[in-house]
Structure formats: structure tokens, C-alpha cells
């Protein structure tokens, strides 16, 4: 099978019976999402959306949340992991957004990679879910899954992965193709154990075919 059959067979099933697939985060404005992304570093979106709604009740505007100081924001994370980073970066972020971007999102990605807590992953999030931007956000789901069933090959970092899925995905599909390949990884293509009897990209999956080959 030639790579570009088996990006062909997963895109196809995936458009087929995944069509809507969406980010599992719960958010009312981009603010909300920016704060849920720099959470749910290393945490899982279950988490995250367990923890917030109190978050945004105490802080329900960046303004709010610039006045506080971490030690104050800690208290509402401290189930997450790294709460005590999270909470400085949330305070420093809140600041800038206030004083240099008025207290709204940037959509221009390299100017929100300023904000602190915000790297190339999470601005890719924000520009995916928020404005359909064609980027592909490479999270341990993604970077294991496109490993694993083939659509990359010796990927040593996120940034390696991003660019081959970038290559080989249309560019209209990126946005949703991001999710499929998370919901993929957080339900069926499970780091351990993964469900591949259940599993309806199996017909083009490189670790599906080497294992039956070895049998």
C-alpha cells in the first residue's frame, strides 16, 4: 500500500463516519477556549471541563482574571496537572491579552504565541476550532496515532509530524482532520491495548497489517 492510498482509505472513512467531529473542550468565547487549551497540557479535556466552570465563575473575563495574582488562580486549578505553572501562566497571559491585544484573542497565531502558556500546539488549537485556520495541531494523540497507522514514519518531533499531515491532508480538511485523529487516539487507538477488532481505519493501518503478517 502506497502512502497516498493509505492517507485516501483513513480520510475517506474518517469524512464518512466522523464528519462533525469537534474539540471535546467546553467553551463559551475564545477567551474560555484559551484558557481550557493552556490546561489541558499533559491533562485530560474531562478534566479540564470538570475544573473551569468554577474558574470562569471566580475570573468570567480576561480583565477579571488580570487582576488576579496566581496565587489566587491556583486554588481553582490545583486539580490540574502543573497548577502551580499553569496558574502563573494564566495570570501572565490574562495581563498581555488585556494590555496589548484589548482584552480579545488574536487570531494572527504568531502574535498569540507571545501570550504565555501558549506555544505552536495550543495556538494551532485556537486557530483550528476558532477560525477554521488550515493548520494541524499535533497533540500525543496525533503524533502517536499518524506513527502508528502509518502517516508518518520515523516522526521525531511534533513539528515533524504537523508538516507530513499538512502535506498529505487536504488543506480544507485540516481543521476537522485534527480531531478525528484525537478522538481516534482518546477512544479506539488507545496508547495500550489499542481497540483494533473495533477499529474501521484497520484496513489501512501499517501496525494492523504487521501484525497479522506475523501471525
Not at 500546539?121 to 488550515?134: C, D, H, M, Q, S
Request: with cysteine; proline share 7%.
Amino acid at each position: 500500500m502506497t502512502t497516498k492510498q493509505r492517507y485516501e482509505g483513513v480520510i475517506g472513512w474518517f469524512g464518512e463516519h466522523m464528519p462533525a467531529a469537534e474539540s471535546e473542550l467546553q467553551y463559551k468565547d475564545p477567551y474560555q477556549l484559551l484558557v481550557a487549551v493552556i490546561l489541558s497540557a499533559q491533562c485530560t479535556d474531562k478534566r479540564v471541563n470538570m475544573t473551569t466552570p468554577a474558574l470562569f465563575e471566580a475570573f468570567p473575563t480576561p480583565q477579571d482574571m488580570a487582576r488576579a495574582t496566581a496565587e489566587e488562580i491556583y486554588p481553582y486549578i490545583k486539580s490540574i496537572s502543573y497548577p502551580n505553572n499553569k496558574a502563573k501562566n494564566l495570570a501572565g497571559m490574562a495581563r498581555m491579552l488585556c494590555s496589548e491585544f484589548g482584552g480579545e484573542v488574536p487570531s494572527d497565531l504568531d502574535q498569540m504565541q507571545r501570550l504565555p502558556g501558549v506555544g505552536r500546539k495550543t495556538a494551532n488549537v485556537l486557530g483550528a476550532v476558532l477560525w477554521r485556520k488550515e493548520v494541524m495541531p499535533v497533540d500525543t494523540h496525533v503524533f502517536r496515532v499518524s506513527e502508528r497507522i502509518g502517516l508518518t514514519t520515523g516522526s521525531k518531533t511534533p513539528l515533524q509530524t504537523e508538516l507530513k499531515l499538512e502535506r498529505n491532508i487536504p488543506s480544507h480538511l485540516l481543521p476537522v482532520a485534527h480531531h478525528w485523529l484525537i478522538l481516534h487516539g482518546r477512544y479506539v487507538c488507545t496508547a495500550r491495548s489499542p481497540k483494533c477488532s473495533e477499529c474501521g481505519i484497520s484496513p489501512w493501518c501499517r501496525k494492523f497489517a504487521a501484525d497479522n503478517r506475523s501471525k
